[in-house]
């Protein structure tokens, strides 16, 4: 066998005038791991799709172990040996673990019985080889997020995988389930199986990656080793410029509280407690920092403190915004006290896709006066408005931005510099509640919103951060509070972030102890 | 791009296009001559004043129900309750237009029968807005069930309270709150039953238009519609818009009485005005809900309607419930197939 799994010859995929991939050709070595980067919209996920057999190139061709292919579905992708991962699972939830891998390919008895134990000693037979033990009886929806996505590639496996797609195969994970997978991705390439993976967070790929292709605006820039990168150099070929990974900042000068919360408990309707005693304070131009893994009460925080608890939920505690209590007010009211919020689903809960930029620049400020006319809105004021925020912010299309257009046509990144133009500019602000605001983001638009961050925070704002990636609450974060379990289980001092942040990599290491 | 646009623009038309010849199909094969058959049918009705006149006379309450359907829409909610909205709106006009003095001055009595029409609809769909945002149920279910309770409703009214004994008609409404009918004011479309509602639905689909387009109100309940929760994130009051819409489209529905009772019959017969709520449907999806290609819409049907009604003794009008049918599958089938060919 040739000791190339796939060869990616001058692949050229078009939609309309737009080239998704223009002529990109490397090579994956057999047995080793190979991460392709890059910015949103830069053509990676299209080019995993053609290899997949979803699209099919314009142009250029796919040799896979040595003969030229022309992959023309998933399934016949499959049958040569390539499966992939989606960065959102696609299992049956209420379905057990071996029923979830035996789907679509299930071995019979007596031609039409399912015969379950034959697809149950083959998964021990796959667990065992691979190290990847599993509860075969287990519904999927009762694993966690790192043992469903294990599911994911022993459903590959059993179906004689040898070269594994893996797309943001971290996003979801907590840092302990991370390191797992890097192990199970190692030994799956030890024994020869060839793993592609797509990601944007430029410390695995030094880490786990034997090589890197980085792409940007649909073409391949270069492909070398990781052993020779830097996170430096990737971002500059990701980018095109030198990009400040660290926004630099001065100490916060904290003044008085703006938000405590005190001894918070939220039970949803399940009678499930997702905040368990949570207590915190914000101050005026300082950076509250909540590093945790998804699901320990983030999401609940939030919507309490943005006046929209779910219906059935039970909350005690007292949440006050500088001395007055907000608990049960709507979310206008608690705007009109000089609060914003970024949502962490920014599709969901922050714009509306078919409304256009200017549209959305005002969304949940529409009631302003300063937008209104008589009947409807004043369309000179908007418009000027919303041409100053997307200068100022930025904000960039392929077309050259006007506000007319639909924000669904602008990239993520560009989508989020709306939304924190409209939040950070919102009249009288004191409070800035940030979820997730950089998730999707391009590294170049990053670097762009924490400096507005920080900006705002120099401004005497208090900012409440809660990401799940632990660099940017190191980053950008003056005070760290680290949630597990709806609690803060751990707070760090400013004195003590500023002396940890020198040293990023521990300090890392060190929350993540604290919020698994 | 912009032949892309174009194509966009003409789809309705090749869609109907489509449905006429499939009609042409079926009428070759009961053995007659579609081009006489068509021929014939246009000719009767947009050749002649009083054919124009009808066609726009039975275009009105679908202009109406339509908008009833489209404006719940945009606010992401399903109205099929048009049907039980004008029958009850119709009943309510039909009993207040009777109860009125005879000799109340127009001016008075015209506005007082609109007005009772509307409660009436608007009441009607109080019931669905309340169910929904109350208790959390659908609007499909509910709506759907209040268009049976009303045709019960009504026809017990007609048989038992308002009606005529041995009829199921009402009295005759206040001479004061007739409806004045075009042929009456200007001589066009003689003796057609166009009435003056016709400037009332084109008056209400233009104000729809510009609520839904052009105001603050009608940019929340767009939101409401297109993205729930991020409506309820931006601070907006998503019941409101429900009830509101829900009940302003019960008010449009009812308006179906004004024409019926106020500017045709003077009075309301059992059954009069019953299918216009489910055609409204129709006439809403067929241009995605959009008010003022609602009117394009409401005359298409209106055509079919009367056109099927001109060929009666050459072909069953049965064949233009097909044709109709075909208009709907036909638009919303090429909408599909031009999403895939993107």
Redesign the interface.
């Known amino acids: 066998m040739s000791p190339t799994a796939i060869e990616f010859k001058g692949i050229t995929k078009r939609f309309g005038d737009f080239y998704a991939n223009r002529s990109v050709s490397f090579s994956v070595e057999r047995g080793s791991i190979h991460a392709v980067v890059g910015e949103n919209g830069a053509g990676k996920s299209t080019l995993m799709k053609i290899l997949y057999g979803l699209y099919r190139p314009d142009a250029g061709d796919l040799v896979i172990n040595g003969e030229k292919r022309r992959i023309a579905s998933p399934a016949h992708a499959i049958e040569l040996g390539i499966g992939m991962v989606h960065q959102h699972f696609m299992l049956v939830e209420p379905l057990t673990v071996v029923e979830n891998i035996m789907l679509g390919d299930e071995p019979v008895k007596n031609r039409v019985l399912i015969d379950r134990q034959k697809a149950v000693v083959r998964l021990f037979e796959l667990s065992e080889k691979f190290g990847l033990s599993i509860s075969p009886y287990e519904t999927v929806e009762s694993l966690s997020v790192g043992l469903q996505q294990r599911v994911e590639i022993l459903k590959l496996l059993y179906r004689d995988a040898t070269i594994l797609i893996l797309d943001e195969p971290t996003a979801v994970l907590t840092p302990i389930e991370t390191e797992q997978l890097f192990k199970t991705l190692k030994s799956l390439a030890k024994v020869g199986n060839t793993i592609l993976i797509i990601t944007h967070k430029l410390d695995e790929v030094l880490r786990l990656a034997d090589r890197v292709s980085v792409m940007r605006q649909g073409e391949l820039i270069d492909t070398l080793p990781a052993a020779s990168a830097t996170k430096e150099t990737l971002a500059r070929l990701m980018v095109g410029r030198d990009v400040l990974l660290n926004v630099e900042k001065n100490d916060a000068r904290p003044n008085d509280e703006i938000l405590s919360i005190k001894n918070i408990t939220y039970t949803d309707a399940k009678g499930v407690k997702r905040l368990d005693g949570l207590s915190l304070s914000v101050r005026a131009g300082e950076i509250y920092g909540i590093a945790g893994v998804e699901g320990n009460g983030q999401s609940e925080l939030l919507k309490l403190l943005w006046g929209m608890p779910e219906e059935g939920a039970t909350v005690s505690g007292s949440v006050a915004f500088s001395g007055t209590p907000i608990l049960g007010k709507t979310p206008r009211e608690i705007a009109a006290l000089g609060v914003s919020h970024v949502p962490e689903d920014r599709l969901k809960y922050a714009v509306i896709n078919s409304f256009s930029i200017s549209d959305n620049i005002i969304f949940g400020r529409h009631y302003e006066r300063d937008f209104l006319s008589v009947v409807g809105f004043n369309l000179k004021k908007l418009w000027a408005f919303c041409a100053e925020m997307l200068s100022l912010f930025d904000v960039r299309s392929a077309k050259g931005v006007s506000p007319s257009e639909r924000i669904g046509n602008l990239s993520g990144g560009n989508q989020q510099k709306v939304v924190t133009a409209r939040e950070l500019t919102r009249p009288n602000l004191k409070l800035l509640i940030l979820a997730q605001p950089t998730r999707g983001v391009d590294i170049g638009a990053i670097e762009f919103i924490h400096r507005k961050v920080i900006d705002a925070r120099d401004k005497n704002i208090a900012v409440l951060l809660i990401s799940a990636e632990l660099s940017e609450i190191i980053s950008l974060a003056d005070r760290i509070g680290c949630i597990y379990k709806g609690a803060i289980r751990k707070e760090f001092s400013q004195t003590e972030v500023a002396k940890r942040r020198e040293t990023p990599n521990e300090f890392e290491k060190q929350l993540g102890q604290f919020i698994t | 791009m912009n032949t892309s646009k174009y194509l966009e623009a003409s789809r309705p038309i090749l869609a109907v296009l489509a449905a006429f010849l499939l009609g042409g199909v079926l009428i070759i094969a009961i053995g007659k001559n579609p081009v006489e058959i068509y021929g014939k049918m246009f000719s009767m009705t947009l050749g002649t004043g009083y054919g124009v006149g009808q066609v726009l006379f039975r275009a009105t309450p679908l202009v109406l129900t339509g908008l009833a359907v489209a404006l719940p829409f945009k606010a992401g909610l399903f109205n099929i309750g048009g049907e039980g909205q004008a029958a009850v709106g119709t009943i309510v006009c039909a009993a207040i237009g009777a109860a009125l003095s005879p000799s109340l001055s127009p001016m008075l009595a015209i506005p007082i029968g609109l007005i009772a029409a509307m409660l009436g609809g608007a009441s009607w769909a109080s019931i669905i807005a309340l169910l929904k945002t109350r208790f959390g149920v659908s609007e499909v279910i509910t709506s759907i069930m209040l268009n049976f309770t009303a045709y019960a409703l009504v026809g017990y009214l007609i048989a038992y309270q308002f009606g005529i004994e041995g009829t199921m008609r009402t009295v005759e409404i206040s001479r004061g709150a007739f409806m004045p009918r075009l042929d009456a004011l200007t001589g066009l479309f003689p003796r057609s039953p166009v009435n003056l509602s016709l400037f009332l639905a084109l008056a209400l689909a233009t104000a729809v238009y510009a609520v839904v387009y052009?105001?603050?109100y009608g940019?929340?309940l767009?939101?409401v519609g297109?993205?729930l929760?991020?409506a309820?994130?931006?601070?907006i009051n998503t019941n409101f818009h429900m009830v509101v819409s829900l009940i302003a489209a019960g008010a449009l529905a009812g308006l179906v009485g004004a024409n019926y009772v106020m500017g045709y019959k003077h009075y309301y017969e059992a059954g009069g005005v019953n299918g216009v709520g489910f055609l409204g449907i129709a006439v809403a999806m067929l241009v995605n809900s959009h008010p003022l290609w609602i009117l394009a819409s409401a005359l298409l049907f209106g055509l079919l309607d009367y056109g099927g009604l001109t060929i009666n003794a050459d072909v069953s009008k049965e064949i233009f419930l097909v044709v109709q049918a075909a208009v709907i599958l036909f638009v919303i089938a090429s909408q599909k197939a031009f999403k895939q060919m993107e």
Do not use: D, F, H, Q
Not at chain 2, 232 to 235: C, E, K, N, S, V
């Open positions: 052009k105001t603050k940019y929340e767009r939101a297109l993205n929760e991020a309820r994130y931006a601070g």
